[in-house]
């Protein structure tokens, strides 16, 4: 099946601290890609969809000025946290679609 | 609203015993429902998916996956479980323009030795 990688696997940054997360789909093009977020124990909940060279879209309730997305090219898409707080350290996941959506193994995010 | 639902949070069970996980959607037409497993820390593997066709579908390590239309249900089984299947599995269904993927709540599978 395809692959999506994601980097980082695992970061830890200060309180303020702006951090970028990479979703990369390896051997295929997806015009688009998905990211979710997955608080301990709990379920998926999607995030922004991102269309390659187009605004992204996001669900109700998830700032868009706090987390930004990027979707410069086929293959890449970047999310970036900015001025990250404690609230925000969560399990982020992105997925990318081809015919169906391969998910990425996931960055986990611990803001002190 | 299309939704899926996962009943059970969390289900125990002994090595080499059957499993059976429910998940019950409510979708206006069709659903494509996708069942996924999550191991601690790590991200989503697909198991198995049901587009049309036939009801019963046969995916990875030994999973297959009924759809009942009557039942709204779409429900996992392993017919004799190992111990590397403890995990979180989550089932999800597609919405109708194809785009977006609701996900349960997730059930956590222990598995007693």
């Known amino acids: 099946g395809a692959v999506v990688s994601q980097h980082p696997s695992w970061v830890i940054c200060k309180s303020g601290t702006s951090v970028k997360i990479e979703c990369r789909s390896l051997?295929?093009?997806?015009?688009?890609m998905f990211w979710y977020r997955q608080f301990p124990k709990q379920s998926l909940m999607l995030m922004a969809t991102s269309n390659e060279g187009s605004k992204a879209t996001y669900e109700q309730g998830v700032e868009k000025d706090k987390f930004l997305i990027n979707h410069a090219s086929l293959t890449l898409s970047t999310l970036t946290v900015t001025s990250a707080h404690p609230e925000d350290s969560s399990f982020y996941i992105c997925?990318?679609?081809?015919?169906?959506?391969?998910f990425g193994p996931g960055t986990r995010l611990t803001v002190l | 609203a299309q939704s899926v639902t996962q009943p059970d949070i969390h289900i125990t069970v002994s090595e080499g015993a059957s499993l059976e996980l429910r998940c019950n959607y409510s979708?206006?037409?069709?659903?494509?429902l996708f069942w996924y497993v999550q191991s601690p820390g790590q991200g989503l593997q697909l198991l198995l998916k049901?587009?049309?066709?036939?009801?019963l579908v046969q995916g990875i390590k030994g999973f297959e996956a009924e759809f009942k239309r009557s039942q709204s249900s779409f429900n996992l089984r392993k017919p004799s479980v190992h111990w590397s299947d403890a995990a979180e599995y989550f089932c999800?269904?597609?919405?109708?323009?194809?785009?977006?993927?609701?996900f349960g709540g997730g059930t956590r599978l222990m598995v007693k030795p």
């Open positions: 979708y206006g037409a069709t659903p494509y």
């Open positions: 051997d295929f093009q997806a015009t688009t």
């Open positions: 997925s990318a679609k081809d015919h169906e959506q391969f």
């Open positions: 049901y587009f049309s066709g036939d009801t």
């Open positions: 999800a269904g597609l919405n109708n323009a194809g785009n977006m993927l609701t």
